[in-house]
């Protein structure tokens, strides 16, 4: 007997269970949503404002229609504080089906000083493009940072935001938290390598011939002999 699909709730609780183990916060920083469609209106369920990850319930999270925000929000509690790039994030990118914010720590200092992730190692092509960019600072929770972030996601499948922390999108909300800590990953290897005296930066060719394979990168099955 095959085993049930995970609800949309299910899997963002579960999204959420992973925050800590992942390195990508603790405490009541981040937070993470799916796109879903109640009762025909597009629309996203996010986790509330103020949230815990790691004891999030799945009763405790909301939905918001992408047309009207956080006005038409339906739940126990308030949508997270920063509901406006995630309704904006939808609105403008059809291929983000997931959306994580994250306070980690690694892609957060890095955003504090501020700066993005040039490409001084071939995996940073796993964000979509030949960097990843630093979106500039705005006040947590307004439409500037909205706009910020929305112009550093231009083409790329995550970014920085300066002062903050990072955004990731994917396919799924797996796909967005496995990014996410990727991100935060290489953010850490950045910092060291800047330690160490500064790390060169591969040439723009590289980069895009590593973005090619990309495109086509993943878990390959073997036809059987």
Not at 23 to 51: E, F, H, K, V, Y
Not at 71 to 90: K, N
Not at 188 to 195: F, T
Not at 215 to 225: A, T
């Amino acid at each position: 007997m095959s085993a049930r699909a995970p609800t949309p709730r299910s899997a963002l609780v579960r999204a959420a269970r992973q925050f800590a183990p992942l390195g990508l916060g603790q405490g009541r920083a981040g937070n993470l949503s799916l796109r879903m469609s109640r009762g025909g209106q597009a629309g996203c369920l996010i986790t509330p404002t103020g949230a815990r990850a790691a004891t999030v319930g799945a009763r405790e999270l909301c939905w918001f229609p992408l047309d009207r925000g956080a006005d038409g929000a339906v739940g126990p509690l308030a949508p997270s504080s920063e509901w406006r790039f995630h309704r904006d994030i939808y609105r403008e990118r059809a291929d983000a089906m997931a959306i994580v914010h994250a306070h980690s720590p690694a892609a957060t200092a890095l955003a504090c000083l501020p700066s993005g992730l040039p490409a001084f190692h071939y995996a940073v092509a796993v964000a979509g493009g030949r960097d990843v960019r630093c979106a500039p600072y705005a006040t947590f929770g307004t439409q500037a940072l909205s706009d910020h972030a929305l112009r550093a996601l231009r083409d790329r499948r995550a970014c920085l935001l300066a002062h903050h922390g990072l955004i990731a999108i994917g396919p799924s909300i797996d796909a967005a938290l496995e990014l996410a800590a990727e991100v935060e990953s290489l953010a850490g290897i950045y910092l060291l390598a800047r330690q160490a005296g500064g790390p060169a930066v591969l040439p723009d060719d590289e980069m895009d011939r590593v973005l090619e394979r990309y495109r086509s990168y993943g878990p390959v099955r073997r036809r059987p002999r």
